[in-house]
Structures are given as structure tokens and as C-alpha cells.
Nanobody, 129 residues
Framework: QVQLEESGGGLVQAGDSLRLSCSVS????????MGWFRQAPGKEREFVAS????????YYVDAVKGRFRISRDNAKNTVYLQMDSLKPEDTAVYYC??????????????????????WGQGTQVTVSS
């Protein structure tokens, strides 16, 4: 069974940076699109960023464009989310997810929760003002 494990979360101050990692065991990581989502208390899980199986196409939610960067290393079965200039509104649990059915993200650009078939347990990111 495919397992996804996030790491790199923590408590930081506004303006700081964090890099989240998501390692994928087993499965076919290099044939899956990957996405990052986040969920703040009392809110629905929302799309943050996605990347196609080969990294050729990347998508971001407007709120993080220019501050966050998604990347992947297929040799290490790992996807990353570099987060710079963090803001208090970025506070949330961050989840990585894998989409094996649409590796080129042709349907929705990876923006829809239901498009993913595997999820990690999440890592908390807290940004203080």
C-alpha cells in the first residue's frame, strides 16, 4: 500500500520560511501527479499547489503565488513545498496527496480534493504575527 508522510512543519514567525517534504513509499510515485493542500481550523481543505508526474506543469492557488514553490525529486520519491514570506493566514495542517489517475493534471490542474487517491496524515504549520 502506498504511504505518504509529510515532514517539516513547525512554529515560525511571519516572514520566515519553511520547507515541507512528503516522502512516498512503495507505489508508483514517478507516474503520479502530486499536490499540497491545507486545512485551517473550521475551514475546508483547500488546494495549495500541484505538480505533474514529470514536473513540467505546476499550479498554485493565487494566495501563495510568488511565495511558495512546489518541486519533486522522482529519484527520492519525494515532493517538496518551499514556503517563503509566511503569513499568519498560512497557518494550517498541510497535506500532500497523490493522483495516479491523471498524472498530467489535465482535468482540473490538481485543484480538486476528490481527484487524489492517496493522502498523508498532515503536518502542522503555525505562523505567528
Amino acid at each position: 500500500q502506498v504511504q505518504l508522510e509529510e515532514s517539516g512543519g513547525g512554529l515560525v514567525q511571519a516572514g520566515d520560511s519553511l520547507r515541507l517534504s512528503c516522502s512516498v513509499s512503495r507505489g508508483t510515485f514517478n507516474r503520479a501527479a502530486m499536490g499540497w493542500f491545507r486545512q485551517a481550523p473550521g475551514k475546508e481543505r483547500e488546494f495549495v499547489a500541484s505538480i505533474t508526474w514529470n514536473g513540467d506543469n505546476i499550479y498554485y492557488v493565487d494566495a501563495v503565488k510568488g511565495r511558495f514553490r512546489i518541486s519533486r525529486d522522482n529519484a527520492k520519491n519525494t515532493v517538496y513545498l518551499q514556503m517563503d514570506s509566511l503569513k499568519p493566514e498560512d497557518t494550517a495542517v498541510y497535506y500532500c496527496a497523490a493522483d495516479h489517475s491523471d498524472p498530467r493534471l489535465l482535468r482540473t490542474g490538481g485543484r480538486v480534493v476528490s481527484g487524489y487517491d492517496q493522502w498523508g496524515q498532515g503536518t502542522q504549520v503555525t505562523v505567528s504575527s
